[in-house]
């Protein structure tokens, strides 16, 4: 019977994997129809405002000069600001709508080493107060709100923000406010981040929040490993995002998926939705390949993680939440994931804690179900699974499809730790020693699984939904 239905099975994604590659021209890159190609009728360059770029001299009245400048072409067509090769030091700046930012080859962008020189901003009203002290937090070296149709691309120029000093004052104990990011846009639309590295964040690299329509392609991020909180891209309480063909080593998380903490995450109720994330490769030896949590009091749902290559890392998926957070994290579909020399490969966390203060609500419990997990595998892998939920708050409706994780070594623990999860699985190595995950997906408990449903049928091969949405990309 297990082999009829993996005969079946097979044929299925083979069919169904032809059809969407058919369907879309065999392209699964993520492309807006809506957006504003990279052609502006309007450019200058960086240079024409007084900019100088060797590294020392303070750029930053350049930038806010000449975005001010174009931003009386926004009606007209939208403008092009040129940054040519060299090292351009600058503070904070604020981008306009219509815009392309454009880093030549060569081109650095380099964030000041002189904390004056990144303003301190309100906290974000999802969270509260800043994420890492009580108030107000610094405001990040590239920022906008409210701005539409923005690109920041380039022939492969390089945004650094100089973080090791963010780091010590972090260590030290030294900051007065959170630290910044490096690209952080807000309450913004049909947005491209594509084709720069980004080196040494103070804090997170890439922050969309509250944003729709985001696309982040082809960037290479980095931080040493053992840099504090240097998240890869974060899009936090925002819909429509791709992320795709990107390459992260970094001291947290690759990808962090967030909407909100504790009672002003619930309060705001912006959720994350319709996140993609494609030919995601790279390292973290703190924390994961793609985390959601544990800041999700706003929700997360329709989640698509396909291609994901992770080594000598920590853990491969997580999900970080905690009694107090509210909100939800339901249809996530992982799909075709290799994992080389990681600790632990799957973890589900239901004890987080961290609150940003005393008045979250302990009774305020997260809703997780239909996470699916299809064709993950792994060598030299510590740990295949330690999944714990939350007493009286049951993970539900998780699932395993063709998971094979060869352990690095022979341990008296179990290979699967589980408690208060329950779901379904099939063809999974090592086989589960948890009771609530060992029923068989095939043939009663397919549709529990989000991405093998009748009416997500699609999503077995691709990890793809059929909104429209998505197959317009």
Known sequence: MKRSFLFLYVLLVHALYGAWCNSVGGSLHCEYSNLANLHR???????????????VTLNTKAFQNALFYLN????????????????????????????????????????STSSEDWPVVDPLPSYGRGRELPGKRHRSLIYGQNLTDVVITGENGTIDGQGSVWWDWFRNGELNYTRPHLVELMNST????????????PFWNIHPVYCRDVVV????????LESPNTDGVDPDSSTNVCIEDCYIVTGDDLVSIKSGWDEYGISYARPSSKIKINRLTGQTTSSSGVSIGSEMSGGVSEVYIKDLHLFNSSTGIRIKSSPGRGGYVRNVHVFNVKLDNVKKAIRFTGKYGEHPDENFDPKALPVIEKITFENVHGGGIGVAGLLEGIDGD???NICFLNVTLTLKKKSKKSPWECSNVRGYSQWVS????????KESIFPEHQSDCFGLSENNHLEISSGLSRSPWLLSW
Do not use: M, R
């Open 190 to 201: 049909g947005l491209i981040i594509s084709n720069l590295t980004f080196l040494n964040s």
């Open 72 to 111: 009386s072409f926004s009606d007209k067509g939208g403008a092009k600001l040129f940054v040519p090769a060299g090292q351009w030091l600058t503070g904070s700046f604020d981008l306009i709508s219509h815009l392309t930012l454009w880093l030549d080859k060569g081109a650095t962008i380099l964030g």
């Open 394 to 396: 049951e993970f539900k």
């Open 217 to 224: 392609k082809n960037l290479t991020i980095l931080a040493p």
């Open 430 to 437: 090592p086989e589960f020693t948890c009771d609530s995950l």
């Open 41 to 55: 009728p309007h450019s200058v360059s960086i240079t024409e405002f007084g900019a100088v770029g060797d590294g």
